[in-house]
Nanobody
Framework: QVQLVESGGGLAQAGGSLRLSCVAS????????MNWYRQAPGKERELVAA??????TNYADSVKGRFTISRDAKNTVYLQMNSLNPEDTAVYYC??????????????WGKGTLVTVSS
């Protein structure tokens, strides 16, 4: 069974930083793109950052210049979040929409990690 497990959430002050990690485990042949989403209270889930298997990245306008997505060769994706503000408060979810396994290609979500930014 393939799983994504996030870590690194917590409480930060405005202007501070946090680094989120997401580790994929299980019978994985290959992971293509990986994404970070977030969902704030009362709002829809939104895409925050994305990275392809080749390392190309894309960001939501609201986080450009503050957040950086990266990944290593061991199926881990990171989200470095700098200059945090209270509007970044949300549950952050890791997503890999195209994981190649023995049973085919699957879309997997993590359970989320809470980020709270105080003013």
């Amino acid at each position: 069974q393939v799983q994504l497990v996030e870590s690194g959430g917590g409480l930060a002050q405005a202007g501070g930083s946090l680094r989120l990690s997401c580790v994929a485990s299980g019978s994985i042949f290959r992971i293509n793109g990986m994404n970070w989403y977030r969902q704030a209270p009362g709002k829809e889930r939104e895409l925050v950052a994305a990275i392809t298997s080749g390392g190309s990245t894309n960001y939501a306008d609201s986080v450009k210049g503050r957040f950086t997505i990266s990944r290593d060769a061991k199926n881990t994706v990171y989200l470095q979040m700098n200059s945090l503000n209270p509007e970044d408060t949300a549950v952050y979810y890791c997503n890999a929409p195209s994981i190649v396994t023995m049973r085919g290609v699957i879309n997997v979500w993590g359970k989320g990690t809470l980020v709270t930014v105080s003013s």
